[in-house]
């Protein structure tokens, strides 16, 4: 699977699953075009350095990650590893959190 494939299928993976329109990959600068405050950079070789370098040239100031999609990693796309901030990851588990509050607070009290 080329490089632009690669893109796309975690771009289509992304939109069918969170449901976020109007997303795109751009095979130039390797980033999913996504509206505000959405930035995916998407790294599709072996090595690690380079994921970590689109992480570290996203915005801090918006929901970002860097994905990584290639030929190493098995099970399909679903399978990508996702590499973001600790400040965006609790960000994103507050607001998980946040919709299923009612089934913890069931859990901890043992009803």
Do not use: C
């Not at 969170?18 to 751009?26: E, R």
């Not at 990650?65 to 030929?71: L, N, Q, S, T, V």
Request: hydrophobic share 40%.
């Amino acid at each position: 699977m080329k490089r632009k494939d690669k893109g796309k299928a975690v771009t289509r993976y992304i939109g069918a699953v969170s449901g976020i329109p109007t997303l795109h990959f751009d095979a130039t600068s390797n980033e999913i075009e996504a509206p505000p405050p959405y930035r995916l950079a998407v790294s599709t070789d072996g090595a690690w350095w380079r994921l970590a370098a689109y992480l570290k040239a996203l915005p801090e100031d918006s929901i970002s990650a860097a994905i990584r999609y290639d030929k190493f990693l098995e099970g399909g796309v679903d399978n990508a590893i996702v590499a973001t901030r600790l400040s965006t990851f609790a960000t994103l588990l507050e607001s998980h959190y946040n919709t299923i509050q009612d089934r913890v607070t069931t859990y901890i009290q043992g009803d």
